[in-house]
Structure formats: structure tokens, C-alpha cells
């Protein structure tokens, strides 16, 4: 995954120290993953605002929620708002671990 490297690649060069590649703190991890969950958060969104169907060559989420169990019968605005509380659960998520690893730091 690129954006948790140029975290890393980022805290690495603050320190002028590639030995801070072989075990960056806990803190340095959590902002790492933080940016990625924040990213998945906007892909999330985009393709629900795109209708977009595939991304990537994979489903969305979006479509596979509508198909993942026809005997629930979801409709097309109920898919958007579990799709809509999965990017929403994403971002909070994010957050919470770019403030939890930006203190740690």
C-alpha cells in the first residue's frame, strides 16, 4: 500500500534515519493505517457518487451488497445506506487512529 510507505518514508526522513524503517513506534503504525482507512473512506464515496460499478476490476461496495444476499431484498436505497455507514464507520476509524498515533509520536 502506497500511503502507509510515504508515512513511514516520511517519519524516516524527519529522523534522518533509515533505521527507523526497521521498527517505527506503535504511534508511526496507527497514523500509517489511519491514512489507508481514510483513503478506502473516499473510494467508498466516490463510487457510490460515480454509481460506479466496478473499481479496479473488483466490485463495489455498493454492488455487492446488492447481490451478497437476495433474500434480504435490498433495495437500491437501502444498499446506499449501508454503503453510505461503511464509508462512515471508515472515517471515524481513520481519525481515530491518526489522532491516536499523531499523539503517540
Known sequence: MFRPQLVLLGY????NSQDALKTPPEGVIQFATGIELQHLFM?????MMDRATFRRGEETLTVALARSDSSLNLNQETVQYLATIVGDILFARSSELMI?????C
Open 12 to 15: 524516516a526522513g524527519a529522523l
Open 43 to 47: 473510494l467508498v464515496h466516490d463510487d
Open 100 to 104: 491516536k498515533g499523531a499523539t503517540q
